[in-house]
């Protein structure tokens, strides 16, 4: 069975840094990988996919992900952090045999002014 | 394009009553999750439906927890009774189907077991 790992509870940043969000993940065949936001009392909002080609991906509000198969890694990224990025992120795994989305405990992002 | 909608936004219930939850996908989505996100966890699927088929309920509580999809659009989930433990907040999602296709997300039903 696919699952997914966030090792970080919580990354604070300050802003203008940048910053990045881990995830690794295991799935049998080829992954599709997804990061989501949460901010308070809102559902997920879809931020980026990788689903095969390039290995860095970009995705809404400057976000991009880089896909690494070796380490198994699909780690969020941005070159400069915005206060208004502090959210819940979730990074998330599709298993195309039986189409679950799965996904990681989350990991709090904080940016400081 | 309208999102995925759920009703209702809170819920305040007893232990042993029973609620539901309702949820329309977006048009045209033939795959419909339903996931339990406890405080501080991730989100954990439930059930997910392929049209009104049922493709995985694994995680699903079959004792007390209940979805069905009517004419593969529209769907309810179902708790009765419900425990202390299902305090929650239970989110829909669609997606077109396969292939790599990303989930969208409703704004969940907030679920207080007093």
């Known amino acids: 069975a696919q699952s997914v790992a966030q090792p970080e509870d919580q990354v604070n940043v300050a802003e203008g840094n940048p910053l990045t969000v881990k995830c690794t993940y295991s799935?049998?065949?080829?992954?599709?990988l997804f990061w989501y936001v949460q901010y308070p009392n809102r559902g997920l909002q879809f931020l980026l996919k990788?689903?095969?080609?390039?290995?860095l991906v970009k995705g809404s509000y400057g976000f991009e992900a880089e896909f690494n198969k070796s380490q198994t890694s699909f780690h969020l990224k941005k070159p400069s952090a915005l206060v208004s990025d502090s959210a819940l992120y979730f990074c998330?795994?599709?298993?195309?045999?039986?189409?679950?989305?799965?996904f990681g405990k989350g990991t709090r992002l904080h940016i400081l002014p | 394009e309208a999102g995925v909608a759920q009703s209702p936004r809170y819920k305040i219930i007893e232990k042993r009553q029973s609620v539901a939850f309702w949820c329309n996908p977006i048009?045209?989505?033939?795959?419909l999750y339903w996931y339990q996100q406890i405080l501080g966890q991730g989100p954990k699927l439930l059930i997910q439906?392929?049209?009104?088929?049922?493709?995985?309920d694994s995680q699903l509580p079959k004792d007390r927890f209940s979805a069905e999809r009517l004419k593969g659009v529209d769907s309810t989930l179902k708790i009765q009774p419900a425990k202390l433990e299902d305090s929650a907040v239970y989110l829909c999602?669609?997606?077109?189907?396969?292939?790599?296709?990303?989930?969208?997300f409703g704004q969940g039903t907030r679920l207080t077991v007093v």
């Open positions: 999602a669609s997606s077109l189907g396969p292939q790599g296709r990303e989930a969208f």
């Open positions: 799935v049998s065949g080829n992954p599709y």
């Open positions: 990788y689903i095969t080609g390039d290995n």
């Open positions: 998330a795994v599709r298993d195309l045999r039986d189409d679950k989305i799965i």
């Open positions: 048009s045209g989505h033939a795959t």
């Open positions: 439906f392929q049209n009104n088929g049922v493709v995985d």
